[in-house]
């Protein structure tokens, strides 16, 4: 439970807002209170989302589904509307974690407790079917551990029997950890066998703390779900059988929900509400009551562009630093190992360099041509709003599912040069930049990645041409653009999303400029100099020099934001160095003899592409940790100028020489395990003069080769 953020409302209706209770992608869940004194959890839609009537329609079938569903096992309905400026639904508050939180906090759930959390889970699945419906999103977080048994919750996917498709794209709706196969192919006989396999994948959660088919990547998680077998290691023997059942991949191989129910006998109850368990609710429910009683704190009011408190930050950038500390906790997987991937000091690292010898690639899992109506492809990224791909070309953008190659919609716009970004893609929202010498050179598209729908922003009239795009605080992006009258430097602009108004300006004073953003500052970056300004005011916080010869011979790789600090390679002066975002000292430099340069933080590590391939360095110390290289195979031309990482696998490309028809024959890319893993290549010919593209998510790779986008999932 939070206090209230600038910007949140302090009423809903007749509810009187009094905490946050969490966030997600669509919306934010209040603490709320009736005017008959009831506490409420209050779901309220995001504005971007209220604009979108076809996500109201969905919403109204949310509330019209939960007043439909009564029963012991999950929580009322109290309220809701979906035709409000804001769409909102108040159900009961239940002072309990969620299974996710108490599996993490207090470990899995033995067997009578599980026997327990079933009965439960299927009377309330029998409640849900009873009225019509399907939930289609039993998971974890959406199961609250009460003391008086499971509360099943959130109906926002759940739809009619009988109904058809929710959605008129197709989209993949649901949990992929948690989907039954039916949901994946959408086949259109999604019924409530479909419960009955997530069912069981969360009962197998409960039991070991990992669902069914793993912990992988979302793609990973669908191929196994549809093909892999499940593990039922750890779950207690009585209970495997039918389990196993439940898992199915064929609707009728299911057991019915009378059957699941009738094999949980005996159960207790009071089985599944452990000691620990009782004293998390308690103190739930006491929390909820001092905060109830207490006096209510309105939301604090939203600071403006140019507000600053006298002789400290502004309030946007305290806000700013407050959400970045929450990201790094959650990321980091809790406080003590935050603590440790934070501290700017460290032992020194032993050096533990290593080759790895290169197998042979895996087959593509699924090839899509690009759209002959748009020209040929040319980026490629992975929107953060899971399993969403960004693939750009000359005149506009596509957008894929991930899991399937399925392409999703394509949108007729013009971007950026062949060899300048074109947009950036940060969080759920692409920002497409409009070409040079064209009437939409000034102007930004603002495309959500999971449905293409778009918007524009235009900016004054003295913006010739629209550089890079470096990162968003709230609702202001950060953009390098060349401005008239200032020949070839680029001006860094803040730019309000909603309205396209200018914030403030930062000239740059030199041609060649990257940044990046955090919660509360944009950090930015020239042929020389590093500054660091305030995100609210562009006011310069601090200057760093990191190189004082020859400008004309001077090169720097993009920034890079990892615990605190700020990396790049430069060949200026052939090093690779870190500087502290707090007040922008140099933390360490080395030198870097195979034109290294960031590709991304990796733990405590921040990894790096050579020519002939990755390595890890501490973050904190710039020891080398470990490496990954071509060997035995030597790749003479591993750029890195496309490359791609994650926790588990990074990718890099290599490019020869273009001949007369603008394709480059000896291309391709370079893909290593970030741990012991196998490293391997892809060889074949890059189109328009380019060279692959990549994206990396979990252990799959995203390649085009500007022509076919391909997907390789590696150990497949």
Request: proline share 7%; hydrophobic share 40%; with cysteine.
């Amino acid at each position: 439970m939070h206090p209230l953020q600038a910007g949140d409302p302090g009423w809903i209706g007749e509810y009187r807002l009094l905490a946050r209770l969490g966030a997600g992608g669509m919306g934010t869940v209040f603490l709320a209170r009736s005017p008959g004194a009831r506490l409420a959890a209050l779901k309220v839609v995001r504005p971007e989302f209220a604009a979108d009537e076809g996500f109201r329609a969905r919403f109204r079938r949310e509330i019209a589904a939960a007043r439909r569903v009564s029963g012991l096992y999950t929580a009322p309905v109290l309220d809701g509307d979906a035709d409000a400026p804001l769409p909102w639904l108040a159900v009961r508050y239940v002072a309990a974690p969620t299974l996710a939180e108490a599996v993490t906090a207090i470990g899995p759930i033995p067997e009578a407790g599980l026997r327990s959390l079933g009965a439960g889970l299927a009377e309330a699945l029998q409640a849900v079917h009873a009225a019509g419906l399907i939930h289609r999103d039993l998971k974890p977080r959406n199961i609250l551990l009460a003391d008086d048994g499971p509360k099943v919750i959130d109906f926002g996917i759940s739809k009619d029997v009988d109904a058809s498709r929710l959605t008129g794209t197709g989209s993949l709706v649901g949990t992929p950890a948690f989907m039954s196969p039916e949901q994946i192919t959408d086949s259109g006989g999604i019924g409530p066998a479909s419960d009955v396999f997530s069912l069981a994948g969360v009962l197998v959660y409960a039991a070991t703390g990992v669902g069914p088919f793993g912990a992988a990547d979302s793609a990973s998680l669908l191929y196994q779900v549809m093909y892999g077998e499940p593990r039922l290691d750890g779950v207690p023997a009585s209970l495997r059988e039918l389990l196993a059942a439940c898992l199915d991949k064929e609707p009728a191989g299911r057991p019915e929900l009378p059957a699941v129910l009738e094999a949980f006998a005996p159960s207790d109850p009071a089985a599944l509400i452990s000691l620990a368990l009782r004293r998390e609710v308690a103190a739930r429910e006491a929390e909820a009551a001092a905060v109830s009683s207490g006096p209510v704190a309105p939301p604090p009011p939203l600071p403006r562009p140019d507000e600053t408190a006298a002789g400290g930050p502004s309030r946007r950038r305290v806000l700013g630093l407050a959400a970045v500390a929450t990201v790094a906790v959650v990321g980091a997987g809790g406080g003590a190992t935050a603590w440790a991937l934070t501290r700017r000091s460290a032992k020194p690292v032993r050096p533990a360099p290593r080759a790895t010898g290169l197998v042979a690639a895996p087959t593509p899992s699924w090839i899509l041509a690009w759209p002959g109506d748009l020209a040929d492809g040319l980026g490629l990224s992975v929107s953060s709003a899971g399993g969403i791909l960004v693939w750009r070309g000359h005149q506009g953008f596509c957008g894929v599912e991930a899991a399937s190659g399925r392409r999703l919609w394509t949108l007729d716009r013009p971007t950026g040069g062949t060899f300048t970004p074109g947009y950036q893609v940060f969080g759920n929202t692409i920002f497409g930049l409009g070409p040079a010498d064209t009437a939409e050179a000034h102007t930004i598209s603002i495309i959500d990645a999971p449905t293409g729908a778009v918007r524009s922003i235009e900016l004054p009239g003295d913006v010739t041409e629209l550089i890079d795009a470096y990162g968003t605080i709230g609702d202001t992006v950060f953009v390098g653009a060349s401005v008239r009258h200032t020949g070839e430097q680029t001006t860094v602009l803040a730019v309000d999303i909603g309205s396209g108004r200018v914030r403030w300006r930062f000239p740059s004073d030199s041609d060649s400029v990257s940044g990046v953003a955090d919660g509360a500052s944009l950090y930015v970056m020239t042929s020389s100099k590093i500054f660091g300004l305030d995100a609210a005011t562009g006011a310069r916080r601090w200057t760093h020099t990191w190189f004082t010869g020859d400008l004309n011979r001077s090169k720097a790789y993009p920034l890079k934001l990892g615990n605190g600090l700020l990396f790049f390679g430069a060949t200026g002066d052939a090093s690779f160095q870190a500087v502290g975002t707090r007040d922008g000292a140099l933390a360490w430099k080395k030198p870097a003899d195979d034109a290294q340069r960031p590709v991304l933080p990796l733990g405590p590590a921040m990894v790096m592409v050579g020519q002939k391939g990755f390595y890890a360095y501490d973050q904190a110390s710039g020891a080398l940790r470990w490496q990954q290289t071509s060997s035995p195979v030597e790749l003479d031309y591993l750029t890195g100028s496309s490359y791609g990482g994650s926790s588990r696998l990074l990718a890099a490309t290599f490019t020869g020489s273009s001949n007369a028809t603008h394709v480059t024959e000896h291309a391709g890319f370079f893909a290593a395990g970030t741990g012991d893993g196998p490293a391997w290549t892809h060889w074949g010919p890059a189109y328009d003069s380019g060279e692959w593209g990549l994206a990396v998510s979990g252990s799959t790779v995203y390649a085009t080769d500007n022509k076919r986008l391909y997907c390789f999932r590696a150990g497949s």
